[in-house]
């Protein structure tokens, strides 16, 4: 699948989550560059978020490729990611108590 100029992304849909995991893998072959928001709508303050981009060459071997900094309250963030390398990319998460977000990007190629 192929980018024409740019492609909306969405790695995780707003719910509640809780503990660790993972967005499903998505091809970014053609990517040059993205821009992934989160939007955190619900986090008490004693919770934390950690999100990270992910990326691997075979969909079964991941490394850490960029990280937002970890989040401890409501709002919207953003990372950029100047190269996209890999094949593909999935979004990790570990939410130390239910947190309610979501995860998108903009990627472009």
């Known amino acids: 699948m192929g980018f024409l100029r740019s492609r909306d992304i969405a790695f995780l849909s707003a719910a509640v989550y809780k503990g660790g995991g993972a967005s499903s893998a998505i091809d970014i072959r053609e990517c040059q560059e993205m821009t992934i928001f989160a ?21 079964e071997i991941w490394s850490v490729r960029k990280s937002f900094t970890q989040i401890t309250a409501i ?6 990611v100047p190269d ?3 094949k593909y990319a999935r979004i990790s998460y570990d939410a130390s108590d239910d947190t309610t977000f979501s995860v998108a990007a903009t990627a472009k190629g």
Do not use: A, F, R, W
Not at 51 to 59: N, W
């Open 39 to 59: 939007n955190v709508t619900e986090i008490e303050d004693t919770e934390t978020l950690d999100l990270g981009l992910e990326i691997s060459p075979d969909g």
């Open 75 to 80: 709002g919207t963030y953003h990372i950029e």
């Open 84 to 86: 996209c390398i890999g």
